[in-house]
Nanobody, 123 residues
Framework: QVQLVESGGGLVQAGDSLRLSCAAS????????MGWFRQAPGQEREFVAL????????FYSDSVKGRFTISRDNAKNTVYLQMNSLKPEDTAVYYC????????????????WGQGTQVTVSS
């Protein structure tokens, strides 16, 4: 089992920056990929970014590419999402997830999920 705890959400203005953190505990040696997803009210959960846990390869959705950066600190078992130039459409609950098998943006393959952290961007 892997436990994930997100932090760092909040209320910011358009153009501001925010950094989310996701601390993993438990069987972290089983993690292959860590991803960030988000869900806005009334919308489906969507992929944001992912990072290969051992190699550090990253992948981003088109909507955040160039503004968001995902990174990981293996020593701290923590993954980060640096969000710059935030827009009101980035408002959502952001979830951290861990996948034991794949390097994928498809949420259904992720095995473990955090509880989510709210990010609200005002215009």
């Amino acid at each position: 089992q892997v436990q994930l705890v997100e932090s760092g959400g909040g209320l910011v203005q358009a153009g501001d920056s925010l950094r989310l953190s996701c601390a993993a505990s438990g069987r972290t040696d089983s993690i292959k990929t860590m991803g960030w997803f988000r869900q806005a009210p009334g919308q489906e959960r969507e992929f944001v970014a992912l990072v290969n846990w051992s190699e550090g390869r990253t992948f981003y959705s088109d909507s955040v590419k160039g503004r968001f950066t995902i990174s990981r600190d293996n020593a701290k078992n923590t993954v980060y999402l640096q969000m710059n130039s935030l827009k009101p459409e980035d408002t959502a609950v952001y979830y951290c997830a861990a996948d034991r098998t794949y390097f994928t943006a498809m949420s259904r393959y992720y095995d473990y999920w955090g509880q989510g952290t709210q990010v609200t961007v005002s215009s």
